[in-house]
């Protein structure tokens, strides 16, 4: 079946696209629409049409091109040629036009769309900048701001919007062939000069020296360490002040730089993580998905409100489980807050928050829960509790109901046995705020079920979650590398450092927060009461968190109490060093008989990094993830990870194998065994001379 397809309809020239699933730009595609201009420049067609059939518009380049030999005709050029056509060609926008999708629009002479279309220029999210001329031409049409806002975010745009700036002619209503031609045929009717964007002028009352200053530093806190952003700002600068030829000169050389480095790389390799990690690897093709209508959430607190958020926003009606009517009257406040939060924001109408409000029904009777197609389960983070949640459920809920922990560390088999139904128990671990972080751990028990897998991994995605797979161990994939990351922040606050150094490495590696601003932000007691009811042997080395429960015993709990590793001002929580954590931190090291010295910062960020990649190896090498990219996934959509360098098992093929095998050796020499054993798999790809892309995908 040809991706393109070219026929007259009356005096209009009709190329249609036709290559599932989003239409992006292949080469197939990029020949096909360049023989279908040629052929028709000779044709009886008046003016051309150029829509897609499927779900979508273009929705950009081929990503899967990318890296391989370049193949003619490129994007750039094949929209000169649509640029330099004779007759004007119109272009029809359903769904959406991203990327080279919108550059090739915006190459025709007129853009129309249904008023469900959405624009965009996403190229910044792979570490790229738009490169068949979106630089350059969008600004002519939007002005600066418009045409650096929407390139830096990447964000796409309503129709509606991308008519009040310019980007498209008209919103079109029905069907979209028909509206096309009839505008196509006022076009004709108008018999106007060919309206090439590339002839128009930037107006230049958008923008000044002071306004791109500005607009850099607003970039550098926007987009930290990232180098995209910046290269468009530039691209911009030269459509203000260069003629066009020049500009698109500039951006390819700009666009080229993009391509070549290591942030690009990485944020392609997201973009396919972040698709992959939904695909379960060994679960029939056919597995039957369980419907689900209506679900239950035990819990109304932090957690369990955050999630109910989550299938309402959806449209899934939630019956929220408390213990009194007081219990539930707090859980339903905090949502509602969460919504003004929302609404005040302007990113949702009070009418959608109070009709998303009214989809939450409040109950203290287990049995309103004999109905609910999947209940999760999110109440103190205690098994014995859990067990006794998950024993009721097993008494009430109809036969086939999902039954799902929000646990985020405790044996799901465990919980899977404290019922009669272990095929239908599943962890679903949300990350807080569960309404906003977009990871969902699925965790899946010895005994579940396909279908309950699978039924998860669909609605991870329907309520806007990206999904990650794990195999039950202590802390599943995130929490178990974070114990190893932590450990090693401890021991380098003990060691020598200081709670400000330590988090200024990991926040200009990239990391959103450091970890001691993180204990803060969690809460110190969190960990003290993870530990409480453990044998010493099990809480291990005590001098990895002596100085956490010193604070503790201080009452200093972090942000909570206005005082952690750092105090906090309590109007604007600001933190700022206190020098009473000097104090504590330089007894707990006498106590210990630690003489404290300088570390490094390269030598903090190896030991916090490679503890984590360390451990992510033993995590694969026991088959808890199904692959890397998994745990990419997990880190930078629940960890703060810097999507721009990958996630850490691709950060790890980055610094090489080899090196990291070395230095956690060293590190094993330097600081114990009990903490540096190199993970058998990262061992045996060193030996094998193999990188773990290469294992991945053997
Ligand atoms: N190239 C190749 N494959 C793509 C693709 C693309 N641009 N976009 C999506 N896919 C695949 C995706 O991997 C998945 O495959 C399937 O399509 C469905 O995608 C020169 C250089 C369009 C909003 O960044 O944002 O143009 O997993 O699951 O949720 O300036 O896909 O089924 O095998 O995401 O309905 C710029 C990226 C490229 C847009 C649809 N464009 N795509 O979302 O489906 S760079 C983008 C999206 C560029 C130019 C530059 C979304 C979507 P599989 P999906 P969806």
């Known amino acids: 079946m040809s991706v393109v397809s070219y026929q007259l309809e009356g005096d209009i020239g009709v190329i249609r696209l036709n290559n599932p699933p989003v239409n992006a730009l292949s080469h197939a595609l990029r020949s ?90 996403p190229e910044v999210k792979l570490g790229l900048l738009p490169g068949a001329g979106g630089t350059q031409r969008v600004p002519r049409l939007t002005g600066v701001k418009a045409a650096l806002d929407l390139m830096t975010t ?93 500009g698109l000169k500039v951006e390819r050389r700009l666009f080229v730089e993009c391509m070549q480095s290591s942030q690009s790389g990485a944020l392609q390799h997201m973009f396919f993580a972040e698709r992959m990690s939904s695909k379960v690897k060994d679960l029939p093709k056919d597995t039957q998905l ?18 109910a958020m989550n299938f309402v926003n959806v449209g899934i009606p939630v019956t929220l489980l408390e213990i009194s009517q007081e219990a539930l009257q707090r859980g339903k406040d905090l949502i509602a807050k969460n919504y003004a939060m929302t609404v005040s924001k302007g990113k949702l109408t009070v009418e959608l928050a109070t009709q998303r409000q009214d989809m939450i029904t ?17 109440v103190f983070e205690n098994l014995d509790i859990k067990k006794q949640v998950f024993a009721k459920l097993d008494n009430v809920c109809k036969q086939g109901a999902i039954l799902a922990s929000n646990t985020s560390y405790q044996d799901v088999n465990l919980i899977a046995q404290s019922t009669s139904r272990p095929q239908d128990v599943i962890g679903l671990h949300f990350f807080s705020p569960a309404n906003v972080m977009k990871l969902l751990e699925i965790v899946r028990g010895d005994e579940t079920s396909d279908e309950v897998v699978a039924t998860s991994m ?91 429960d010193a604070l503790y015993e201080m009452g200093r709990l972090g942000q909570k109490t206005g005082a952690g590793y750092y105090q906090y001002d309590p109007e604007t929580r600001q933190r700022s060093v206190d ?26 960020l190896d030991r916090l990094t490679f503890a984590l990649i360390n451990e992510g190896f033993k995590i694969l090498e026991e088959g808890i993830a199904q692959r890397p990219s998994d745990i990419d996934v997990v880190y930078a959509f629940g960890y ?50 193999k990188t773990l892309t290469q294992w991945a995908n053997s």
């Open 32 to 121: 096909g629409i360049q023989d279908a201009v040629t052929q028709a420049q000779d044709d009886a067609s008046l003016a051309l049409v150029l829509m897609c059939e499927g779900r979508t518009f273009i929705a950009g380049a081929d990503i899967s091109e990318f890296g391989k030999p370049p193949m003619l005709p490129s994007l750039p050029e094949l929209l000169i040629v649509l640029e330099a056509s004779k007759k004007p060609i119109i272009a029809a926008i359903h769904g959406t036009a991203l990327g080279g999708g919108l550059e090739t629009a915006l190459a025709c002479h007129y853009r129309c769309a249904l008023p469900s279309a959405q624009v965009g220029l």
């Open 154 to 246: 990447g964000a796409p745009i309503a129709a509606a919007q991308a008519l009040n700036i310019g980007l498209i002619d008209k919103v079109v209503e029905g069907d979209l062939l028909s509206a096309a031609l009839d505008f196509a045929n006022e076009v004709i009717a108008q018999g106007a000069e060919l309206k090439r964007v590339s002839d128009l002028e930037v107006d230049k009352t958008t923008a000044s020296a002071e306004f791109f200053a500005e607009y850099r530093k607003t970039l550098s806190k926007r987009l930290r360490g990232q180098e995209a952003p910046h290269r468009i700002v530039e691209c911009i600068e030269a459509a203000l002040n260069t003629p066009f030829d020049e």
């Open 290 to 307: 369980k419907d689900i209508k209506r679900v239950g959430i035990i819990g109304g607190g932090l957690m369990g409100g955050g999630i």
């Open 362 to 378: 409040g109950t203290t009777d287990y049995n309103d829960l004999a109905d609910m197609d999947l209940v999760i389960e999110a």
């Open 458 to 548: 669909a609605i991870a995605k329907s309520i806007k979650k990206v999904p990650a797979l794990s195999r039950v161990c202590y802390g599943f994939i995130g929490n178990r590398m974070l114990r190893h990351y932590a450990r090693e922040a401890q021991l380098c606050l003990l060691e020598g450092s200081t709670p400000q150094n330590i988090d200024a490495v990991m926040q200009k590696f990239g990391m959103a927060m450091g970890p001691l601003a993180v204990g803060d932000l969690a809460g110190i007691d969190i960990g003290y009461k993870a530990r409480e009811g453990l044998t010493d042997e099990q809480k291990g080395d005590v001098r990895t968190y002596c100085i956490a």
């Open 579 to 604: 020098p009473v954590v000097m104090e504590v931190i330089e007894a707990q090291a006498k106590k210990r008989g630690v003489e404290r010295k300088v570390i490094s910062d390269k030598t903090i």
């Open 640 to 689: 703060g990870f810097p999507a721009y360098r990958g996630g850490p098992m691709f950060y790890a093929d980055t610094i090489g194998l080899e090196k990291i095998y070395h230095t956690v050796c060293e590190f094993a020499d330097t600081y114990g065994e009990e903490f540096w054993q190199p993970a058998a798999l990262l061992k045996q790809l060193v030996e094998e001379g």
